[in-house]
């Protein structure tokens, strides 16, 4: 199994692996009013493969971010993040979230907020508390509204609604940059541990 950047040829297999854990209705979700139209960020959109005994990439995990503004104000969107049904509980979620945060930081990125299962995202550090004074452009079960600070104090004061960047890259155009020898491709079992402050958060 390794974790990569995500490439173009891993598009389909993606979106089969979203329909499979989410269904089609996904698309009908307040998160994807944010996505409409505009790239992942593709410094932060990272895959699990595994490989068949044929030599074929097999694709087990998926996590992207969309850029967001809440009030103004530069944040991520994290999510969709899915494990294919096979591999679910064996660790591979937390890795997907655990190594992207760390990126997300060592970029500049200052916070991050999602639509998801509190229970989960409590573990990396995810808190309802964040977003109590933050709008989602559609209807949610706003316990499920969660914010995280990678900088502390980050979010503090801030609010809002949660919108599109002014000047986000449009799907269209996105370029997804090619694996190369810098990218970060890694055996799981050679993750690097999660930042301390993360640790302390789990
Ligand atoms: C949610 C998901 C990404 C987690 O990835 P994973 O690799 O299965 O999770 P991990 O192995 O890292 O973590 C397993 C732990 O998370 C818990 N967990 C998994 N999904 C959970 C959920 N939706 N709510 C609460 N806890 C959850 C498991 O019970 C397990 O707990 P434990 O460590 O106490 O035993 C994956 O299960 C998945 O793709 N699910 C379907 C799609 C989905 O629901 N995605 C978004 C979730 S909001």
Redesign the pocket.
């Known amino acids: 199994m390794i974790i990569t950047l995500e490439e173009t040829r891993h598009a389909q297999p993606i979106e089969a692996?979203?329909d499979r854990?989410?269904g089609p209705d996904r698309f009908k979700k307040t998160a994807y009013k944010l996505r409409e139209g505009i790239a992942p960020l593709p410094e932060l959109g990272f895959v699990a493969i595994e490989h068949d005994e044929h030599g074929n990439e097999v694709l087990e995990?998926t996590?992207r971010y969309w850029p967001v503004e809440v009030g103004g104000n530069p944040s991520l969107l994290l999510?969709?993040?899915?494990?294919?049904?096979r591999?679910?509980?064996?660790?591979?979620?937390?890795?997907?979230?655990r190594m992207s945060l760390n990126k997300a930081a060592a970029m500049g990125h200052r916070s991050v907020i999602?639509?998801?299962?509190?229970?989960?995202?409590a573990?990396f550090g995810f808190s309802r508390s964040l977003t109590l004074d933050m709008q989602l452009p559609g209807p949610v079960d706003l316990d499920?509204f969660l914010g995280l600070e990678l900088v502390p104090g980050a979010l503090a004061g801030v609010s809002g609604m949660v919108t599109a960047p002014a000047a986000a890259p449009s799907a269209a155009l996105a370029v997804v940059p090619p694996l190369s020898l810098s990218s970060p491709l890694m055996a799981v079992g050679e993750l690097p541990q999660p930042a301390l402050w993360f640790a302390r958060t789990a």
């Open positions: 692996l979203l854990a989410f995990g996590i999510g969709p993040i899915a494990v294919s049904e591999l679910q509980g064996a660790g591979l979620g937390s890795k997907l979230i999602l639509v998801g299962d509190a229970p989960y995202y573990r499920r």
